[in-house]
């Protein structure tokens, strides 16, 4: 799992929501129409003529997009939830799932230092999974 991925999980659960918003928009209102202008050349010279009907291209972009987000979110939360060790499973949820700061986290497990669950828990974990990445959370 890589920095990055942990740090954008907020966002990730955010932005969920709402294109699950949006979708659900697109699906039970007209948010989901829209209208084109088309030439029409029966008459053999090009006449702008307005189409309308459902907006296919995107809301598939949505779903695609959508679905990409879930997969995310679910490959962060297996990654926390299969962490052994419950302090360093604590910690990984206050910051991912919670947004806690380091300071927080330090003082919820009874630490003054802030920089010890950080480098001593968070990362020392990341690196012996051997799939630390360089990015800084």
Same mark, same amino acid.
Request: with cysteine; charged share 30%.
């Given at each position: 799992?890589? $920095? !990055? ?6 966002? *990730?659960?955010?932005?969920? %929501? ?9 699906? *039970?209102?007209? !948010? ?5 202008? &088309? #030439?029409?050349?029966?008459? =053999? @010279?090009? @006449?702008?003529?307005?189409?309308? =009907? ?18 995310? !979110?679910?490959? &962060?939360?297996?990654? &926390?939830?299969? +962490?052994?060790?419950?302090? *360093?499973?604590? &910690?990984? /949820?206050?910051? @991912?799932?919670? =947004? $806690?700061?380091?300071? /927080? +986290? !330090?003082?919820? +497990? =009874? ?15 990341? $690196? %012996?999974?051997? $799939?630390?990445?360089?990015? @800084? #959370?």
């Amino acid at each position: 799992m890589d $920095k !990055a991925k942990l740090k954008r999980y907020p966002r *990730t659960i955010r932005n969920i %929501k709402i294109l699950e918003a949006e979708i659900r928009d697109m699906e *039970t209102t007209d !948010a989901g129409m829209g209208s084109d202008t &088309v #030439l029409d050349y029966r008459s =053999g @010279v090009g @006449v702008p003529h307005t189409e309308y =009907g459902f907006m296919w291209p995107k809301y598939e972009e949505c779903k695609a997009r959508l679905n990409r987000l879930r997969q995310e !979110a679910m490959e &962060v939360r297996e990654f &926390v939830e299969s +962490i052994q060790d419950p302090l *360093t499973q604590q &910690v990984f /949820q206050m910051r @991912v799932y919670q =947004g $806690k700061s380091w300071l /927080q +986290i !330090a003082i919820a +497990i =009874g630490k003054s230092d802030e920089s010890y669950p950080r480098k001593c828990i968070y990362e020392n974990y990341l $690196k %012996k999974s051997g $799939k630390s990445e360089k990015s @800084v #959370l």
